[in-house]
T-cell receptor
Framework: GEDVEQSLFLSVREGDSSVINCTYT??????LYWYKQEPGAGLQLLTY?????DMKQDQRLTVLLNKKDKHLSLRIADTQTGDSAIYFC?????????FGQGTTLQVKP | EAGVAQSPRYKIIEKRQSVAFWCNPI?????LYWYQQILGQGPKLLIQ????????DSQLPKDRFSAERLKGVDSTLKIQPAKLEDSAVYLC?????????????FGSGTRLTVV
């Protein structure tokens, strides 16, 4: 199976919270990352979490890491239409970043 | 600081033709990566350079793809001959070094369409 898996699509209303989930297989990952990709653009690093942390908060973004279940989530508070994009989780595997297939976030006004 | 520069932004070629993409990483970044992103999928690593040496090219289809980073700065990725399934966005990224924990910085990519 894939080393990093994500659900493919999430739709929320503006102002609601969004939660994007990711599972990974490599238990030796020291850092895990969330990237954002807008149409026609490259990947923008949103945030990252070190594997010895359970949670990291950065303004509207909260990352939760459950090492036992190898589960990573990204919560976006007060989701805005400008948050509509594809979100990728990524983790290092043998020294290189491996990406999930991406979750498309649709924000309805 | 300037980001990762890639050119061209778009390229349309016929199958069996050749094409080359160029990448200029962030100044001082020793590690450079080429990723292939097929529509609807996550990026897949093709090749990874540390300075001008190849670290990992296990996913590079070497019968048709080649890449070089001669002076440890700019890099080119070439496809010859192209196939229809090579249609994708080719992303270049760079990082300070192999152990950089702050993630990679990506360019805007080159969208290749093979017809």
């Amino acid at each position: 199976g894939e080393d990093v898996e994500q659900s493919l699509f999430l739709s929320v209303r503006e102002g609601d919270s969004s939660v994007i989930n990711c599972t990974y297989t490599d238990s030796s990952s020291t850092y895990l990352y969330w990237y954002k990709q807008e149409p026609g653009a490259g990947l923008q690093l949103l945030t990252y979490i070190f594997s010895n942390m359970d949670m990291k908060q950065d303004q509207r973004l909260t990352v939760l890491l459950n090492k036992k279940d190898k589960h990573l989530s990204l919560r976006i508070a007060d989701t805005q239409t400008g948050d509509s994009a594809i979100y990728f989780c990524a983790g290092p595997l043998t020294g290189k970043l491996i990406f999930g297939q991406g979750t498309t976030l649709q924000v309805k006004p | 600081e300037a980001g990762v520069a890639q050119s061209p932004r778009y390229k349309i070629i016929e199958k069996r033709q050749s094409v080359a993409f160029w990448c200029n990483p962030i100044s001082g970044h020793a590690t450079l990566y080429w990723y292939q992103q097929i529509l609807g999928q996550g990026p897949k690593l093709l090749i990874q350079f540390q300075n001008n040496g190849v670290v990992d090219d296990s996913q590079l289809p070497k019968d048709r793809f080649s890449a070089e980073r001669l002076k440890g700065v700019d890099s080119t990725l070439k496809i010859q001959p192209a196939k229809l399934e090579d249609s994708a966005v080719y992303l270049c990224a760079s990082s300070l070094d192999l152990s950089d924990s702050y993630g990679y910085t990506f360019g805007s990519g080159t969208r290749l369409t093979v017809v």
